[in-house]
Nanobody, 125 residues
Framework: QVQLQESGGGLVQPGGSLRLSCAAS????????TGWFRQAPGKEREFVGG????????YYGDSVKGRFTISRDFANNMVYLQMNSLKPEDTAVYYC??????????????????WGQGTQVTVSS
């Protein structure tokens, strides 16, 4: 049974950067898409981005394009979310998730069958 663990969240000022990490145990990321989602209080869970382990194709939500970058680390079996130019509206709990997706479902939370516990990101001065 796969377990995912996010890390790297915290408090950052507007315009700052953070890098979130997602580690998997129980299985590797191979053959799966790893997605990042976020949920702010009172809002629905939002797709941030995703990466296919094989091939490295990346996908991003419109609100983070050009600011966030997802990457994978084969040696350490990790997936990262680099967040730059952070804004107060990026404040949320960030989750990583894995699942077997196709291009049309990569942004759908229902396509992912394993989720981490989440890490809080707060952007505030």
């Amino acid at each position: 049974q796969v377990q995912l663990q996010e890390s790297g969240g915290g408090l950052v000022q507007p315009g700052g950067s953070l890098r979130l990490s997602c580690a998997a145990s129980g299985r590797t990321f191979a053959g799966y898409t790893t997605g990042w989602f976020r949920q702010a209080p009172g809002k629905e869970r939002e797709f941030v981005g995703g990466i296919r382990w094989s091939g490295g194709n990346t996908y991003y939500g419109d609100s983070v394009k050009g600011r966030f970058t997802i990457s994978r680390d084969f040696a350490n079996n990790m997936v990262y979310l680099q967040m730059n130019s952070l804004k107060p509206e990026d404040t949320a709990v960030y989750y990583c998730a894995t699942g077997r997706t196709i291009q049309s479902t990569v942004a759908s939370a229902r396509a992912y069958d394993a989720w981490g516990q989440g890490t809080q990101v707060t952007v505030s001065s």
